[in-house]
């Protein structure tokens, strides 16, 4: 891998690659068909971090790999992006829980198209779910609802004004919300009515 590398970017770290490569022990005497799916998720990571890159693109880095594995990859990501202020990294994925780790902006894409976007704290702090009965649905200010679907219980409603409704609506159930739930709202949910 080594020459290659050298052969193909002018600015790959020989010597940064070779350390985190001790760092994250990943054999140098093993052939990498005999690399464990975690080690080579790791090391395509390594690769992609050893040539000083401005802007990297990464589809689901993640992927198929244990809660260690990807525990290490998201830090090897973070590690990279705090040594230069300048750097920025665009992940695709499906696991929410890696984005909510790292990530500051989170783009929804549905049929090619862009249909959220917003700041990861933004979105965990304002964000959330209402649980409410068909009544309690008829007697709400939906003004700060962006979408709802009826459930076995009654209607789940996204807001990005929780507060709003905390403050004026007691009597009801709201809860955080995780991003999964989020992106359920936002491609399965319907209009607000």
């Known amino acids: 891998i080594l ?34 799916t975690g080690m080579k998720a ?20 993640t992927s198929g790999l244990d809660v260690v594995a990807r525990d290490t990859v998201l830090d090897l990501i973070r590690e990279y992006l705090e040594e230069d202020e300048r750097r920025s990294v665009l992940i695709s994925s499906h696991i ?8 500051d902006d989170l783009y929804m894409i549905h049929d090619g198209h862009i249909v959220f976007h917003e700041e990861t704290d933004v979105l965990l702090s304002e964000y959330g779910l ?3 009965s068909a009544q309690q649905y008829d007697r709400l200010d939906k003004r700060y609802l962006l979408r709802m679907m009826k459930e076995s219980f009654g209607i789940s409603c996204l807001t990005s004004e929780k507060r709003y409704y905390e403050e004026n609506y007691p ?9 999964d739930e989020m992106i359920t709202m936002m491609v399965k949910g319907g209009n607000v009515k």
């Open 96 to 103: 929410a829980g890696d984005l909510e780790k790292l990530c």
């Open 130 to 132: 209402l649980k409410v």
């Open 3 to 36: 020459p290659i590398m050298n052969h193909f970017y002018r600015n790959f770290d020989r010597n940064t690659f070779v350390a985190r490569c001790r760092r994250f022990q990943l054999p140098f005497d093993k052939k990498l068909k005999d690399f464990s």
């Open 171 to 179: 009597d009801i159930v709201i809860e955080k919300g995780s991003i």
């Open 42 to 61: 790791q090391l395509k990571i390594l690769l992609a971090l050893s040539h000083r890159a401005q802007l990297i693109i990464l589809d689901e880095p």
